[in-house]
């Protein structure tokens, strides 16, 4: 896809983020927005990004390296940019540059920082095997995000298990289960993402919480559950 | 998972471990050898790996293509750092 068509199809996407955070009841919206995403390739190379965001390359590996823009390695094993994260950091430095600031993104990850300092890990028994230790990291994780849930993030995991279930990313059972919990008030989601039960460990395995946290806060609760 | 997809997390575990060769483990080690699996599979979005030479490198897995991480977020399928004794 030629660069100009890249740049129309994310504002595209900026659109219909904007859309769904109007409608969240609407399982068109994100449905689509995801299509739109795939068309850009899911992740987009690190020249664009730093076009789509408007600032230098140079900028780009700036903020990559501070941990403000996370990358991942793309298909053809370059370091790129989730358009899931890129979509954010762009609604960030919009909204800043709209209040007149210059140093459009590290009070983000500032606040991030500060989250992660605060997580209270569940430590690891030391003859825990592999698999009960990732459940253990799975629920810590989980119970991080319990701390900090708002209504919106349930909207962003709703959005993104609808999203999943149209691509067949995810088993139909979990996808069902999943979609019951998220229905509930904010308190029982909380309760039932947070149960050390084979059903909650089932349902984590799955969990559509997947990015809720930045990579500082998911990066404390693994490092500090295994010290 | 589909099969460019488990290509997709072993190019990427490749990338991260700097390693070259890994077990999978679990029913996804069935897309290492058939393009075309069984459509129950697909619906998987985790799959067990261990680099074969560095097991203790398996951390490296979860910490950049593990689930919660950016990686899972945006494609929906992530990778799990297993040891070598998960094989047994």
Redesign the interface.
């Known amino acids: 896809m030629p660069a100009e068509d890249k740049i129309r199809t994310f504002e595209n996407i900026v659109r219909l983020r904007r859309a769904e955070r109007e409608a969240p009841e609407s399982r068109d919206i994100p449905i689509v927005r995801a299509w739109l995403?795939q068309e850009l390739g899911?992740?987009v190379s690190q020249r664009l990004a730093a076009r789509l965001l408007g600032i230098s390359h140079t900028g780009l590996r700036r903020w990559i390296t501070s941990g403000d823009v996370?990358v991942?390695?793309g298909?053809k094993?370059r370091m790129e940019v989730?358009?899931?994260?890129l979509l954010e950091v762009y609604e960030d430095v919009q909204a800043q540059r709209e209040s007149g600031r210059h140093h459009v993104v590290e009070p983000g990850i500032a606040a991030a920082r500060a989250r992660a300092r605060n997580i209270r890990p569940t430590e690891v028994p030391e003859d825990a095997?592999?698999?009960r230790s990732?459940e253990i990291?799975?629920l810590s994780?989980h119970r991080a995000v319990a701390r900090r849930m708002r209504r919106s993030m349930v909207d962003d995991a709703r959005h993104?298990l609808w999203?999943?279930r149209a691509?067949?990313?995810?088993?139909?059972r979990f996808a069902a289960e999943w979609e019951q919990v998220l229905a509930s008030p904010l308190r029982d989601v909380r309760a039932l993402i947070t149960e050390d039960s084979v059903r909650g460990r089932d349902l984590?395995?799955?969990?559509p919480?997947?990015?809720?946290?930045s990579?500082a806060e998911?990066?404390a609760v693994?490092r500090r559950s295994e010290a | 998972m589909r099969r460019?997809d488990f290509?997709?997390v072993i190019?990427?575990a490749a990338?991260?471990t700097e390693e070259d060769a890994f077990v999978v483990i679990g029913s996804q080690a069935i897309l290492g050898r058939i393009s075309e699996p069984p459509t129950a599979l697909?619906?998987?979005?985790?799959v067990d790996i261990n680099p074969r030479s560095a097991p203790s490198k398996?951390d490296l897995i979860?910490?950049?293509?593990?689930?919660?991480?950016?990686?899972?977020?945006?494609?929906?399928?992530?990778a799990?750092g297993?040891?070598p004794?998960?094989s047994d």
Do not use: C, K
Not at chain 1, 167 to 172: A, F, G, H, T, Y
């Open positions: 995403e899911e992740i996370p991942v390695y298909r094993g989730p358009v899931s994260s095997d592999e698999h990732a990291r799975s994780y993104r999203v999943w691509n067949d990313r995810i088993d139909p984590r395995q799955n969990s919480f997947a990015g809720a946290l990579e998911r990066r693994s | 460019e290509e997709h190019g990427a990338n991260v697909l619906t998987s979005m985790e398996a979860d910490g950049a293509l593990g689930d919660g991480s950016h990686f899972h977020r945006q494609l929906g399928y992530y799990h297993v040891g004794e998960s």
